[in-house]
């Protein structure tokens, strides 16, 4: 049961994340359309590509707004803040009538999933198991990759719809409701992060929140748990850091993690591929409508890689093992994919550009198995609890600030030198893998305050005292919950028999 509840709000999540990927996706099929090309009078290449830029821009911005005010509202309000902004955003670009309306709901929307792709992959590593956390966690980064996936495929089957504006405004309206959705289900169901309530010294309502998310726990285990993360939370707190510098002076080497791992994700370039793959499709000599289907096919190919993996591979195989693998195995790809491109690019040979397709469906199906989730998750995980939203925040407009640089340079670069742009990712790639091989711990089963242990950091231990007084204040919690249940049902029957002793005279009066 634990389980399911868990899951249930680990999908709800993730519609913050969903919209980071389908509204990232919707805009290359969009500025595609000649009827979007029309309506907008004929944008500059300047404004078209600004179309891209602002909205990384305003996803930097949403990044390090949740680095400010994240945790001064709490995960649930701020994501309920997003969620309004997101749907402000989304309504904007639907019903735009000029390219700068438009651009100002791209900026606008990207604020909001922004913050919501930093806070998300904190919120549910907050809230899961140690032994569910990838599952759990990962949901995140599976949000990203099913995002993708439909809006490849919207805009494919859009491209049918007759001329006008109903080919790009449905697309675009379809990303409305889901911020609606989601602030229902945090503002109902979805429980508190246990962990933020204690660093804002609300005990008694982390301990509910804690009970509630983990119910896969024993009396004694829940007793102990939360004793122990109480414990390390205020530990950390008495070292509260106020300053970027004391970060990096005292947790030097998680904050530097954080950062490596969502900027190195960048710099594989699978945003570069994801955003051009239509380009690289067309220089293969294939056709418009055949290049929509493929980049659905694209997206479907994330998707599932994604799932499996996630469902099956992180809490089992563990997360240091899945990123070194991962990046290994890019490094692979990207130089396969280099040749065939050179060999076949313009060659006849279809069987030869079959191969060069093959390439960069291998890229999205090891990238998306082996790296998206995880280092979404990781990022979030190896951070205290006093760092997490200063650092994520850091972290994620680091990736989003290095992604605007690598694909803004990425059509003048295909241009330029062609397929061997590739290999300027597979050095940075191995950079990225030396990085991880000599600094990355595993933290695979292990509690947010054990990860701590890690990075020799010290983690505290609670004795049979504080697990004792835990003990005491649940108990008394449920003995003051079964007082109050009994009172209620004396106070009912009570007046179901004042009311039964009263029926007889009202009817015989009658």
Sequence with gaps: ??????????????????????????????????????????????????????????????????????????????MQLLCVIVTIGTAIQTASVSIGMFLAGRAIAGVAVGGMVATVPIYLSEISAPDQRGLIGGISGCGISFGTMMSNWVGFACSYAPYGPTQWRLPLGIQIPWGVIMFIGLATFMPDSPRQLLRNGKVDAARREFVKVRRDLQSHEVHEEFALMRAQIEFEMAREVTSYKEVFTLFGRRAMVSIVVQTGTS????????????????????????????????????????SITTKFLTDQWGRRKMILAGLSGLILIMIYSAVMQREFQSSNNKVGKGFAVLGIYLYVAWYYAMINSTTWLYGAEVLPIALRSKVMGLAAAGHFIVNVGVTEAGPSAFANIGENYYYVFVGCTVVFLIIAYLYFPETRRKTLEEIARAFGDRVVLVGTGEIDAERDVLAARDEEESASVTKDEHKKRATTSTTSSVHPSHTSAT
């Design 1 to 78: 049961m634990a389980g399911w509840y868990s899951l249930g709000v680990a999908l709800f999540a993730a519609i913050g994340t969903f919209l980071f990927g389908f509204d990232t996706g919707i805009a290359t099929t969009t500025i595609a359309h000649q009827s979007w090309i029309d309506y907008m009078n004929h944008p500059s290449n300047g404004l078209t590509g600004a179309v891209v830029a602002v909205y990384i821009a305003g996803e930097a911005v949403g990044a390090l707004g949740q680095t400010f005010i994240g945790d001064r509202l709490g995960r649930i309000r701020f």
């Design 267 to 306: 710099l594989t370039g699978i945003n570069v591929i994801q955003y051009y793959q239509t380009t690289l499709y067309k220089s293969l000599g294939i056709g418009q409508e055949t290049i929509l289907a493929l980049a659905g096919v694209y997206g479907t190919v994330a998707f599932v890689s994604n």
